[in-house]
């Protein structure tokens, strides 16, 4: 599994026992002293006492335990149980879930290009397959079941995993379509592209690029997003709305090179944790793409991790005016420990900080103008502060509320009038009603 970092993701895959190696020296509790210590946080030694306990119980439940559970299971049990009191972005991952989350930030990957969800029996739903892709010209629809894969059933803990494979490989399907007999179908798997940006014209000159999470092939879409819109603009974009709108981020590093692209120089964003090896600091490199025009970034309750980091950049930097509702507020960190079984935990390790050494952790970014809902959405109650057991924010006030969830075309015309303002452009006059 390749590094990278992640935000909802920020999200470092790093190797086994990486923490451990990047652990600052410290002495260790159980050192000889006529005195008892106090128990470090730090500390390598491992809590005998405790894991003796823990073992005892262990043991008692594989004995005793009215219906019977594999080591397996209660092995499973027992690291989730050690993640469950920290905070709702340290979880474990099963296979499965890990080659989703890995498969989400590639932006890409080889399959069918079918959404699915497991199901009792056991079965996978067909939630919708992609327009254009094998599955969908297979003639699959949302709603179909599949109960066979090559021949054989599908199981309970391979969900997903089946209907992977090599690009130009076969696989059979055996359907269940309502109350249709099932029948078989053979689809060719191949190299599924999964874009995250898409690009249109507001009025001529001014461009919107929605971004809708941050992935490996995100950057790369956003160049090409810019000079399509440059080229349609007669080579010079007047000014840009970048749409974040419930984006739930991805990864850091698309975030950092889009905001690199827009600015000269200054930091980005930084990232700060225990394991001061891992600290980081992002800088932007010289060489704006829209030589110096105007930038609005929009956003809501929905636009989190990566999305704020990008956001926050550009409002810090002066480079964009930030327009919209306070978003989610998640600066923290987490890294992702892959397991040799192809389980994976994601463990929170560090906050990270804009340009201005603001954490946002819990608290959100404030837009530089508010943009109200239209009533026909409620407000959004479910933010970073909301959740049960989160990372305390630094700057965190009790009582604070979220933001809103800003749908639709009116939020686009709020952010696309402030763009024309930056750039100068002077609102053209509502015609008086004739008199009568």
């Known amino acids: 599994m390749r590094l ?18 990047q652990s600052p020296e410290t002495p260790d509790a159980t050192d000889a002293d006529s005195s008892p210590k106090a128990e470090s946080t730090d500390s390598k030694a491992v809590p005998l006492d ?19 559970k594999s080591d397996t299971e209660l092995m499973h049990s027992a690291v989730r149980g050690l993640l469950f ?14 080659e989703r989350f890995d498969s989400s930030t590639e932006g890409q990957y080889e399959g069918l290009g079918v959404e699915v969800q497991q199901q009792p029996g056991p079965m996978l739903k067909i939630i919708a397959p992609m327009d254009g892709g094998p599955a969908a010209r297979a003639g699959l629809k949302s ?68 971004v809708s999470g941050f992935q490996a092939t995100t950057a790369k879409e956003f160049d090409e997003a810019l000079q399509s819109l440059n080229t349609s603009s007669g080579g010079k974009l007047r000014g ?6 419930s984006n739930p981020g991805g990864l850091l590093n698309a975030a950092v090179e889009m905001a690199d692209d827009l600015m000269n120089a200054g930091n980005i964003v930084s990232t700060r944790g225990r394991v001061k090896s891992g600290d980081t600091i992002y800088t932007a490199h010289a060489g704006d793409v829209l030589q110096g025009a105007p930038v609005v970034v929009l956003v809501d309750a929905g636009s989190a991790s990566a999305s704020e ?28 420990l892959p397991l040799d079984n192809g389980d994976a935990v994601k463990l929170t390790t560090a906050r990270y900080y804009t340009p201005k050494n603001r954490s946002i952790q819990g608290v959100g970014i404030v837009p530089d103008v508010l943009v109200k809902a239209d009533g026909k959405t409620r407000n959004v109650t479910v933010n970073e502060a909301s959740l049960l057991g989160h990372l305390r924010g630094e700057e965190e006030m009790s009582g604070e509320t979220g933001g809103e969830v800003l ?3 009116m939020p686009v015309n709020a952010a696309l009038s402030e763009l024309k303002r930056m750039a100068g452009v002077a609102p053209v006059a509502k015609p008086k009603p004739k008199a009568k």
């Open 4 to 21: 990278a970092l992640l935000l909802a993701g920020l999200i470092s895959f790093a190797p086994a026992g990486a923490w451990a190696q």
């Open 50 to 68: 405790e894991i003796r306990r823990f073992v005892t119980v262990f043991n008692s439940i594989r004995q005793a335990y009215v219906t019977p």
């Open 85 to 98: 009191d920290l905070d709702p972005h340290s979880v474990y991952f099963d296979r499965d879930d890990a």
């Open 143 to 210: 709603g179909d079941l599949i109960i066979a894969v090559d021949g054989k059933p599908v199981g309970t803990d391979n969900g997903n995993r089946a209907l992977r494979g090599k690009a130009g490989s076969t696989v059979k399907l055996t359907i269940r379509r309502g109350k249709e007999k099932p029948f078989d179908v053979s689809v060719t798997r191949e190299k599924i592209i999964v874009p995250s940006v898409a690009k249109r014209m507001l009025e001529p000159g001014f461009g919107l690029v929605r």
């Open 240 to 245: 840009l709305v970048i749409d974040l709108r």
């Open 309 to 336: 980091v990008l956001a926050a950049a550009l409002q810090d930097s002066g480079r964009a005016r930030v327009v919209g509702s306070l978003t989610f507020g998640k600066g923290s960190v987490q890294s992702l």
């Open 407 to 409: 749908s639709g075309e």
